[in-house]
T-cell receptor
Framework: GIQVEQSPPDLILQEGANSTLRCNFSDSVNNLQWFHQNPWGQLINLFYIPSGTKQNGRLSATTVATERYSLLYISSSQTTDSGVYFC?????????FGKGTKLSVKP | DSGVTQTPKHLITATGQRVTLRCSPRSGDLSVYWYQQSLDQGLQFLIQ???????AKGNILERFSAQQFPDLHSELNLSSLELGDSALYFCASSVRALETQYFGPGTRLLVL
């Protein structure tokens, strides 16, 4: 099956810093989504981005499908950005999740 | 609030028992997905339904079953529960398969 690798596994930032999270996947996909799991366990969809670039406020994402990777950019990080960021991929609706990047933003 | 509701929020039960988790998708969404999140396995896809029909199966145990009803709500049945079934169970929904999935708040199951 498709393998999904996320890096880095852990990231500690000072408030206001920028960061880039990476997701590599092992096979062609036509479904790629980024999620944020907050400290209360809620999973929030950030982007549906099987290819191309999207932006939403301080967050943006780029997927290069031909090279099998996706990047999530967080700019001017805030303490509320803390949590785990998951990349999930698939060829249909069923998503395969990476292990996530745990982000801690310090005030 | 994603618009996906799950009940109950928490469930504590004993080994060998059977439980039913319920999910109501967002209005208009025809696809429902079930996922399990545990410390050792991470987030795993269990099963997908589309407009009442099973569409895809993942790592779902034979002791588990699910269905989607005509009103599009879905239920996940877990039987002969074992300690290792303790996990957070999420339901998600989308309009179609290749679209944004919206997750419910989850049901936290503890098997003692």
């Amino acid at each position: 099956g498709i393998q999904v690798e996320q890096s880095p596994p852990d990231l500690i930032l000072q408030e206001g810093a920028n960061s880039t999270l990476r997701c590599n996947f092992s096979d062609s996909v036509n479904n790629l989504q980024w999620f944020h799991q907050n400290p209360w366990g809620q999973l929030i969809n950030l982007f549906y981005i099987p290819s191309g670039t999207k932006q939403n406020g301080r967050l943006s994402a780029t997927t290069v499908a031909t090279e099998r990777y996706s990047l999530l950019y967080i700019s001017s990080s805030q303490t509320t950005d803390s949590g785990v960021y998951f990349c999930a991929v698939g060829s249909q609706g069923n998503l395969i999740f990476g292990k996530g990047t745990k982000l801690s933003v310090k005030p | 609030d994603s618009g996906v509701t799950q009940t109950p929020k928490h469930l504590i039960t004993a080994t060998g028992q059977r439980v039913t988790l319920r999910c109501s998708p967002r209005s208009g969404d025809l696809s429902v997905y079930w996922y399990q999140q545990s410390l050792d396995q991470g987030l795993q896809f269990l099963i997908q339904y589309y407009n009442g029909e099973e569409r895809a199966k993942g790592n779902i145990l034979e002791r588990f079953s699910a269905q989607q009803f005509p009103d599009l709500h879905s239920e996940l049945n877990l039987s002969s529960l074992e300690l290792g079934d303790s996990a957070l169970y999420f339901c998600a929904s989308s309009v179609r398969a290749l679209e944004t999935q919206y997750f419910g708040p989850g049901t936290r199951l503890l098997v003692l």
